[in-house]
């Protein structure tokens, strides 16, 4: 990343100062709020795996802040650990960061790799997710999971290994398969889809068939495409208001109800 626009963020307070000084800062690093830190997670070869998380100005008094894992686009593979926060949820974050309620953790995706859940990727992203749920205590049972293009297909492919995982997802301009559509329905996973009508057409007829074939199987799901827009519907479904109030209705538990809950004869 070149000097200036790492200057530029300092300056601007986007991330803290303790990036200038180390990429991979440790979870006992002061965490101010309002800002994007540093954090770094180990696997279990040692290998290390910077990634970024943004800590709300405003965290509950009672503790246990709702938590939202990110997963950007194939634009923002690399190991500079910052792109990510460049495009999607991170721009939106900052406008909104007086009042944005969630802890956001965000990783980077390795040149060439993908999010989706068998890869190591995947596993090391939900990985930092748990770290940073233990460092903050987060709700167990505010957990959205949201990402773009790549990561939107990363989002649908991690929550059908487990749906109760989440209290929704919210996957955008991504390849959604017919074949989840079974487990997000007996989840009753809440899922709110987003995509530009001017997209690709296979993106666009693929998520319009999975708008269809959620609604007839029952699914808690919405669909939102947007008239104009080609691939970069993410600007505007980040900036919806109504879209953080909808996440933060959701939670683990009424899933669990609902699924629980006998079926009308």
């Given at each position: 990343m070149p000097l200036p626009r790492l200057f530029v963020l300092l300056l601007l307070g986007i991330v803290?100062?303790?990036?200038?000084?180390?990429?991979?800062?440790?979870?006992?690093?002061?965490?101010?709020?309002?800002?994007?830190?540093?954090?770094?997670?180990?696997?279990?070869?040692?290998?290390?795996?910077?990634?970024?998380?943004?800590?709300?100005?405003?965290?509950?008094?009672?503790?246990?802040?709702?938590?939202?894992?990110?997963?950007?686009?194939?634009?923002?593979?690399?190991?500079?650990?910052?792109?990510?926060?460049?495009?999607?949820?991170?721009?939106?974050?900052?406008?909104?960061k007086p009042n944005f309620p969630f802890i956001v953790v965000l990783p980077q995706c390795r040149e060439g790799a993908n999010w989706l859940a068998e890869n190591d990727d995947a596993k090391w992203a939900l990985a930092m997710l748990r770290q940073t749920e233990a460092e903050f205590h987060a709700d167990p049972d505010r957990v959205v999971l949201t990402g773009l293009s790549m990561g939107g297909s990363g989002t649908w492919s991690i929550a059908t290994v487990d749906p109760t995982a989440w209290s929704a997802i919210v996957p955008m301009c991504s390849r959604p398969s017919l074949d989840t559509v079974k487990a997000f329905t007996a989840a009753h996973l809440p899922i709110w889809n987003f995509c530009g009508d001017q997209d690709r057409p296979e993106t666009v007829s693929a998520n319009r068939a999975m708008a269809e074939a959620l609604k007839v199987a029952g699914a808690s799901a919405n669909y939102t495409e947007y008239p104009g827009i080609g691939h970069n519907c993410w600007d505007n479904a980040y900036g919806t208001a109504e879209l953080y109030t909808w996440m933060l209705a959701q939670s683990r538990a009424k899933n669990r109800s609902a699924a629980q809950a006998p079926r009308a004869q």
């Open positions: 803290s100062p303790a990036f200038s000084q180390t990429k991979s800062a440790p979870p006992t690093a002061p965490t101010p709020p309002g800002k994007f830190h540093p954090r770094s997670y180990t696997d279990a070869n040692g290998g290390k795996h910077p990634f970024f998380i943004f800590v709300p100005g405003k965290l509950p008094a009672e503790g246990h802040p709702p938590i939202m894992l990110f997963l950007h686009g194939s634009g923002e593979r690399g190991s500079n650990n910052l792109d990510q926060i460049m495009a999607g949820i991170g721009p939106a974050i900052w406008k909104r």
